[in-house]
């Protein structure tokens, strides 16, 4: 069994320039990101960015659409061919670390077309603004404006391309690493909305001072999708300025997690994830907080293993994700 790496099959496209020198980095992670003391930031093409463009054998239409000009935060729609009746709502969250990743990268776009299709459902990709130009909570914040805006589109009829065949009595947060953080604490802030029926947790991306066995023990690859290191940058440049790693966005508080028990939770762990010991822990805060709480561990695979692995043990477990989420809604 192997931890999941970022796949050597994708086309990487980093920028090899060489930063002026009288700048000073104050932070890096290689290959994906690069702050400078001037406030300057530079974010390498690692993975590329694609149109909505998708192979009709899908059966699905994608879009892109604007939530917010003065924030620039928008959504790629991604709407089944299908006339079976009104569909459940999935608005996603990309992961990233807060820092990197896009609503168009690649990888999501494939993998995100392959939900709307297998689940048939509407899936909505939130592209929100990115650390450390936006710090938390802005992710956040674009999370429920999100929301919001999608809610009010059942009443604008130059949209009905997509809500005639919106459930929006039906709405599932979820995402992966980073964005499950996002669709976490976007429930908090909603979790008294009825239309709200589930949350679907990704390898969610929280941290605390406290080491867990996984963290330190885990043997990850050189070019691993998450490292203990990395994962440090990430909550470094994320949260506010003067928080620790154990704030509450970075490592929630049980007491908090009752105010979802009016929702069904899935978390998806993968088993050679550094994060496994703290999302099977936050299973267990849940259950304990009496909130109804489905865990799938995904045998072999790492992080990020549903975007970043083209290999067949990493196939099969999509497979099997996409089958416990399709579960997981339907009941």
């Known amino acids: 069994m192997a931890a999941t790496t970022l ?4 086309n990487l496209q980093i920028n090899g320039q060489e930063s002026p020198h009288h700048r000073v980095v104050v932070a890096e992670i290689d290959g994906l990101i690069r702050v400078y003391k001037d406030g300057h930031v530079e974010r390498p093409q690692i993975v590329p960015s694609v149109t909505c463009s998708l192979d009709p054998d899908l059966g699905v239409t994608c879009r892109d659409m604007i939530i917010d000009k003065c924030t620039n935060v928008w959504a790629r729609f991604y709407v089944p061919n299908t006339s079976q009746g009104r569909l459940p709502l999935m608005v996603y969250f990309h992961g990233g670390g807060f820092c990197v990743g896009s609503a168009s990268w690649s990888c999501y776009h494939e993998f995100l077309a392959k939900l709307a299709s297998s689940l048939s459902c509407v899936v909505v990709s939130v592209n929100y ?6 710090p938390l909570p802005a992710a956040y914040d674009d999370g429920v404006k999100a929301l919001v805006w999608l809610t009010q589109q059942n009443f604008v009829p130059s949209n009905d ?5 919106c459930d929006f009595s039906s709405i599932f947060l979820a995402g992966d690493s980073a964005g499950a953080n996002i669709a976490y604490n976007v429930a908090l802030r909603v979790s008294r909305t009825p239309e709200i029926k589930g949350l679907i947790l990704i390898q969610p991306f929280f941290g605390g001072e406290r080491r867990t066995h996984s963290e330190k023990y885990t043997v990850q690859p050189p070019r691993s999708a998450l490292t203990l ?8 440049l994320s949260l506010p300025c003067g928080a620790n790693r154990d704030h509450p966005w970075c490592n929630p508080a049980a007491a908090r997690m009752e105010e979802l028990r009016n929702l069904r939770v899935m978390v998806c762990i993968s088993e050679m994830d550094i994060l496994k010991d ?4 936050m299973c267990g805060n849940l259950r304990s907080k009496s909130v109804k709480v489905e865990q799938l561990v995904c045998k072999g695979v790492g992080h990020a293993f549903q975007i970043l692995n083209k290999s067949a043990l990493s196939q099969s477990r999509v497979f099997e994700l996409i089958c416990h989420i399709k579960n997981f809604m339907g009941r």
């Open 7 to 10: 796949d050597p099959n994708f």
């Open 229 to 236: 290191a990395a994962s440090d940058t990430y909550w470094r």
């Open 161 to 165: 391309w997509w809500t005639r065949k």
């Open 278 to 281: 703290r999302n099977l822990e």
């Open 129 to 134: 603004r990115l650390a450390p130009e936006n």
